[in-house]
């Protein structure tokens, strides 16, 4: 009897990493795969860092439980509070993560001045202000955390997340920027409504 590959763990709070588990099935179209939207307890976003991280735990031992070879953290809240502690966790199981792709953003940015959409979670993490340190240098970095976006696009109800996006792009859009960062798994879920707001110039980088 032929024994199944070992699969790759993907996780997210729900549907945001599937874009994610996409690129994986295309770049990798023979590797198994388990996704685990981990609904039950989303949003991740807003909850605190260590809440955050010991889910991450519980999440991974559980795709681990079931034979993942490796783990991707399809999320950037997760990965902001729990990537390093993960590989210390489970030194035995590599972990690939996400983290807000400020570098694009910054190295392409004509007017020197560009928006990050991100969780609060996201925010907070060590990992962000890293990534901030490291790549933007001379360029101005407007943040706005999403507050619900990540649960309306989990609910399907796009309608009011562009009422949302109205509010929260203006002080970006009003300071210039010409890219915004998509700093959350869902958010490129979003990405018609963006353009409606913030008309079909901005970059969107995710
Ligand atoms: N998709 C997750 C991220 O990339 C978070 C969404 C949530 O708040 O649960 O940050």
């Keep these: 009897m032929e024994m199944a590959a ?9 549907v945001g990493g599937l874009s994610i588990l996409e690129e994986i099935h295309s770049q990798l179209p023979d590797e198994n795969v388990i996704y ?24 991974s031992a559980e795709l681990i439980g079931r034979g993942a070879k490796l783990i991707v953290v399809a999320c950037n809240s997760a990965s902001a509070a729990a990537l390093h502690h993960l590989r210390e966790v489970f030194p035995e199981t590599p972990f690939v993560g996400m983290e807000p792709a400020l570098k694009p953003a910054a190295a392409h940015t004509d007017k020197g001045v560009i928006g990050v959409l991100a969780t609060e979670t996201t925010f907070q993490g060590e990992l962000y202000a890293s ?25 399907g109800r796009l309608d009011e997340a562009k009422v949302d996006l109205e509010v929260l792009l203006r002080p970006m859009l009003d300071a210039g920027i010409d ?25 969107l980088v995710d």
Excluded: N
């Design 6 to 14: 070992r699969p790759i763990g993907v996780f997210d709070s729900g």
């Design 36 to 59: 685990l939207a981990d609904q039950e307890w989303a949003p991740y976003g807003s909850k605190s860092l260590d809440d955050v991280r010991a889910r991450s735990v519980a999440v």
């Design 131 to 155: 990534v901030l340190d490291r790549h933007t240098d001379g360029v101005e970095v407007i943040e706005v955390a999403g507050k619900r976006l990540a649960m309306l696009v989990e609910e």
């Design 179 to 203: 890219a915004l960062v998509l700093g959350c798994t869902h958010y490129p879920f979003l990405a018609d409504q963006i353009r409606d707001v913030a008309g079909p110039d901005l970059r």
